[in-house]
């Protein structure tokens, strides 16, 4: 199994890259977000990666973060998810942006990927909803929230109520970049009740 490559970027096409290691060049299939991310031909580069076999295909799947990675082997586990649509999900959305989605059970923002429809969508937030929490989306943490202060009184507050940790801290940090960061803890609550009721 092949987990990580490191580089030379030889070149690049629409949903692909070549990776130069050491003489070999290794075909490489990525999201838009991690092809804009690995630089100019010649450069030096590393990604991480998935080898995904089948009867008569093989193909390496290559993203800029191991958490690009954890979201793609998360969302190839949904019925009539393949490959190509992990990538298109991962090309329209941040790992945060899926991550947000699937707790708060957005299937309209999922369904904003090419190839996406409104019943898969559906089945990718409610498969993945209980899971969504577990994955970072960035160094440090789940969701990120600053910590302490009226944020983390919200969160408390919709988990009083009865929401999920991963569906109150995903609605809150929605509630945040609605109202700013120096939003009251009532104004958050209310706004991010609204959004983890959907």
């Not at 990604?47 to 998360?74: C, H, I, K, P, Y």
């Not at 999900?89 to 996406?116: F, K, M, N, P």
């Not at 999920?164 to 958050?188: H, N, Q």
Request: glycine content about 12%; some cysteine.
């Amino acid at each position: 199994m092949i987990a990580k490559l490191k580089g030379l970027l030889d070149e690049t096409g629409a949903d692909w890259a070549v990776i130069d290691v050491a003489g070999v060049g290794y075909l490489v299939h990525c999201s838009s977000k991690t092809l804009a991310a690995l630089g100019e031909a010649g450069e030096g580069c590393t990604l991480f990666t998935d080898l995904q076999v089948s009867e008569n295909d093989m193909r390496l799947l290559g993203f800029a973060t191991a958490g690009e990675r954890d979201w793609f082997r998360l969302l190839t586990q949904v019925q009539g998810v393949g490959s190509k649509v992990a990538l298109a999900i991962l090309s329209a959305l941040s790992t945060e942006d899926v991550q947000r989605a699937c707790s708060a059970g957005d299937a309209a923002t999922i369904a904003r990927a090419q190839g996406v429809g409104p019943k898969l969508a559906s089945r990718i937030v409610n498969e993945l909803a209980d899971k969504a929490g577990a994955l970072p989306t960035a160094p440090g943490g789940a969701t990120m929230l600053p910590k302490g202060g009226a944020s983390a009184d919200a969160v408390s507050a919709l988990q009083n109520l009865g929401f999920k940790p991963a569906v109150a801290a995903a609605a809150v940090a929605r509630a945040i970049d609605e109202l700013g960061e120096s939003a009251g803890e009532g104004d958050l609550i209310r706004v991010a009740l609204r959004k983890a009721a959907g």
